[in-house]
């Protein structure tokens, strides 16, 4: 099983940056693709970037393309998002997740989430 943890998230000016970090717990974090989805009220959950298990691959929304980053450190088993050029549209809770079986952009695929962390990004 793995615990994950989110944190970065917070209030900023369109334009800005934030970088979200994603702790997570277990010995077996290299087996699992990761990925990055984000949610706001009435809305299903949606696709940000994903990262194969190795970090050799890497994927992104086409609304984010360009503007933010995904990355991962096995060995401190944490997955990082830089988000720069941050845009209204980009407000939402952004949740990190585990892919146990897959390397997908649908979020039931994904196996273990954290809990986690607002975006909000003023105009």
């Known amino acids: 099983q793995v615990q994950l943890v989110e944190s970065g998230g917070g209030l900023v000016q369109a334009g800005g940056s934030l970088r979200l970090s994603c702790a997570a717990s277990?010995?077996?974090?290299?087996?699992?693709?990761m990925g990055w989805f984000r949610q706001t009220p009435g809305k299903e959950r949606e696709f940000v970037a994903r990262?194969?298990?190795?970090?050799?691959?890497?994927s992104y929304a086409d609304s984010v393309k360009g503007r933010f980053t995904i990355s991962r450190d096995n060995a401190k088993t944490t997955v990082d998002l830089q988000m720069n050029s941050l845009k209204p549209e980009d407000t939402a809770v952004y949740y990190c997740a585990a892919d146990r079986s897959y390397y997908s952009t649908r979020w039931h695929n994904y196996d273990y989430w954290g809990q986690g962390t607002q975006v909000t990004v003023s105009s």
């Open positions: 277990g010995r077996t974090f290299s087996s699992y693709a």
């Open positions: 990262i194969s298990r190795s970090g050799a691959s890497t």
